[in-house]
Antibody, heavy 124, light 112 residues
Framework: QITLKESGPTLVKPTQTLTLTCTFS??????????VGWIRQPPGKALEWLAL???????RYSPSLKSRLTITTDASKNQVVLAMTNLDPVDTATYYCVRLYGSGNYEHWYFDLWGRGTLVTVSS | QSVLTQPPSVSGAPGQRVTISCTGS?????????VHWYQQLPGTAPKLLIY???NRPSGVPDRFSGSKSGTSASLVITGLQAEDEADYYC????????????FGGGTKLTVL
């Protein structure tokens, strides 16, 4: 069974750095055709892709947030960490950890599995 | 403002057929990149519904179907059921935005 689970603070003050951890099981990030990423959803609003790390350690970021984001994976590759700097109340959202999966060109890969999400509130 | 455009809402009676459109541009759907669809039931995480334009993951009923043409894609739901009431999102890849994964703004489906 494949699972992804997000963990991290539920409340962050403005200007602080948010660090979220995705712990996954049932697959390896070392396997070709796999990536792990983050997507967020402000309350009542649409989904927004944030960042991805691929099986070969290649990393991609949303252009609008690239300067604030860092995605990393641990040595055992069953955790992916997202750091977001300089938090603002507009960053209040549910943050989802997702698995990216596919074959062929990576542009065609899709988010086949999602964690339950974790709500992060940015407020003083 | 989402890169992919979806109608904010659609509705239909049980048993009817509804279509949700997803309009992009020459840098995403029109460039040949696949479109994927996700279903988000109230209070839950999104779930993959259709991948690579028209493929259903295991367990997704064949009442759900997808297609793509030009710079647009469509999700069709036939034999509408009450449990289909949810938000639906399309997603693709955009090569004008440093390789971004882009979403539509979402469509709320109401079963009357």
């Amino acid at each position: 069974q494949i699972t992804l689970k997000e963990s991290g603070p539920t409340l962050v003050k403005p200007t602080q750095t948010l660090t979220l951890t995705c712990t996954f099981s049932g697959f390896s990030l070392s396997s070709h055709g796999v990536g792990v990423g983050w997507i967020r959803q402000p309350p009542g609003k649409a989904l927004e892709w944030l960042a991805l790390i691929y099986w070969d350690d290649d990393k991609r970021y949303s252009p609008s947030l690239k300067s604030r984001l860092t995605i990393t994976t641990d040595a055992s590759k069953n955790q992916v960490v997202l750091a977001m700097t300089n938090l603002d109340p507009v960053d209040t959202a549910t943050y989802y950890c997702v698995r990216l999966y596919g074959s062929g060109n990576y542009e065609h890969w899709y988010f086949d599995l999602w964690g339950r999400g974790t709500l992060v509130t940015v407020s003083s | 403002q989402s890169v992919l455009t979806q109608p904010p809402s659609v509705s239909g009676a049980p048993g009817q057929r509804v279509t949700i459109s997803c309009t992009g541009s020459s840098s995403n759907i029109g460039a040949g990149f696949d479109v994927h669809w996700y279903q988000q039931l109230p209070g839950t995480a999104p779930k993959l519904l259709i991948y690579a334009n028209r493929n259903r993951p295991s367990g997704v009923p064949d009442r759900f179907s997808g297609s793509k043409s030009g710079t647009s894609a469509s999700l069709v739901i036939t034999g509408l059921q009450a449990e289909d009431e949810a938000d639906y999102y399309c997603q693709s890849y955009d090569n004008s935005l440093s390789g971004s994964r882009v979403f539509g703004g979402g469509t709320k489906l109401t079963v009357l």
